[in-house]
């Protein structure tokens, strides 16, 4: 029997590549079907160069065919893996083993730190570098959720005869947060102090191996506990995130003036805008600009500091976040496309602030946090 290529798409709305939540038509992984008379072409683009996962996919086509259509088909599957190239060797020396401490900010709550950190992060992993995370949220840790590892616990190893934290692995990035070490519903009081200390251990006891990145999500604010963290922390830039709604604004050019005041001296990366606009799925042209439009870029002009990019609204955001799957994973999706832009841009400002400006130093706190702090 002949085969038929628009049949054949259909069918294959019923497969999905191992590991991604869509079907590999809608991810765009399926790039062309061909066919001529028995005879099927299939071309796949995934991003994952793992061989069982390349091999599980040409199976799995090759059996619906020939078990839906024509048990003699003949199926070919051509896949071309699509790693995002790495776009340049990274330098940097924050502390020994780390090259650049990455801190992501926002001022006002619930604008999308914790979303953007894990989604920048896969998305780093992905493109070559050796990433980890530090959830420093000690309010509301949301790190073990997105990365779904909510029930692990760090192990202690020996390195070097010294006792270490082991962080968590998920999606080839490394984590640690505060709230692996409380019970979720344990209302965490901390005083700045007490949190940059779990946090200085977290980072100077802990098993890192050798990162590129380190991501800290931070809590949202600018007050004191912020203060102490990150003045504790050799910070080699910040990003800040923004909704374009005006509140928010207000809010994110305070943590970029607490950033670049005396006594923290933090190189600011740049300005991201989340939330930027929504679009619904069934009208693709049309744009709402729900929190206003280029708000945040247009502070990043005011303020003359990058603008790294902008993430729509997409329920899949909000879903993937609390499924634990950052969305910047699905293969050859708009979502993905929109994180690796901004990892890019996010790369390129940490090399132009590495050439430009020397190694950030932590500052050694002298008396209480945030009454006097001089630099080491
Ligand atoms: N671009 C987006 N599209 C859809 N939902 C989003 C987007 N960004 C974030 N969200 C959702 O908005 C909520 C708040 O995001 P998130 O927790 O990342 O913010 P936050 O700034 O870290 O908050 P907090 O200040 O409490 O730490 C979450 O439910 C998240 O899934
Ligand atoms: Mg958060």
């Known amino acids: 029997m002949k085969l ?7 069918a294959l709305e019923t497969l999905s590549i191992a590991g991604e939540g869509k079907n590999m038509v809608e991810s765009g ?16 683009t995934i991003s994952t160069p793992a061989m069982h996962i390349k091999k599980r996919a040409e199976e799995d086509i090759r059996k619906l065919i020939q078990e839906k259509f024509n048990p003699d088909a003949k199926v070919k599957v051509n896949i071309k893996v699509e790693t995002p190239e790495k776009p ?5 020396k924050a502390i020994p083993g780390i090259k650049n401490i990455i801190a992501v900010a926002s001022g006002k709550g619930g604008v999308g730190k914790s979303t953007t950190t894990a989604n920048l992060a896969v998305t780093l992993a992905k493109m070559g570098f050796n990433v980890g995370v530090l959830d420093a949220d000690i309010y509301g840790p949301s790190m073990p959720i ?46 700045g102090p007490m949190a ?12 890192w191996g050798e990162l590129d ?23 080699t830039g910040a990003v800040i995130v923004s909704t374009p709604q005006a509140v ?33 799925e069934e009208l693709p042209e049309n744009k709402y600009y729900i929190f206003g439009k280029e708000g945040a870029k247009n502070l990043a002009a005011d303020l003359n500091v990058p603008f790294l990019g902008e993430v729509p609204i997409v329920q899949s955001i909000r879903e993937a976040g609390d499924y634990g799957r950052p969305a910047a994973l699905q293969t050859a ?14 790369v390129q400002e940490t090399v132009n602030r590495n050439e430009n400006l020397p190694p950030s130093e932590a500052v050694k706190i002298t008396t209480m946090a945030g009454c006097s702090a001089v630099k080491k």
């Open 29 to 44: 992984a399926v790039t062309n079907v061909v066919t001529f008379g028995e005879e099927a072409i299939v071309d796949l």
């Open 146 to 191: 997105m990365f779904d590892v909510e029930s692990e616990k760090p192990i202690s190893v020996n390195v070097d005869g010294k006792s270490k934290m082991k962080p968590i692995e998920s999606y080839e990035v490394k984590i640690l947060s505060i709230g692996f070490f409380t019970a979720p519903s344990q209302a965490v009081i901390w005083r």
């Open 248 to 280: 928010a604004l207000a809010d994110a050019k305070k943590g970029v003036a607490m950033f670049q005041s005396d006594s923290i001296n933090v190189p600011v990366l740049g300005i991201i805008e989340n939330m930027a606009y929504f679009t619904p």
């Open 88 to 92: 340049t060797e990274i330098k940097g």
């Open 196 to 207: 940059s200390k779990a946090l200085n251990q977290m980072i100077f006891d802990a098993d």
């Open 333 to 346: 999706s708009p979502l993905e496309k929109v994180y690796e832009e901004i990892a890019r841009n996010v």
């Open 213 to 235: 990145f380190m991501l800290i999500d931070l809590p949202p604010g600018t007050g004191d506990i912020h203060l102490s963290i990150v003045q504790s922390l050799p910070i």
């Open 4 to 10: 038929d290529r628009k049949e054949i798409l259909k």
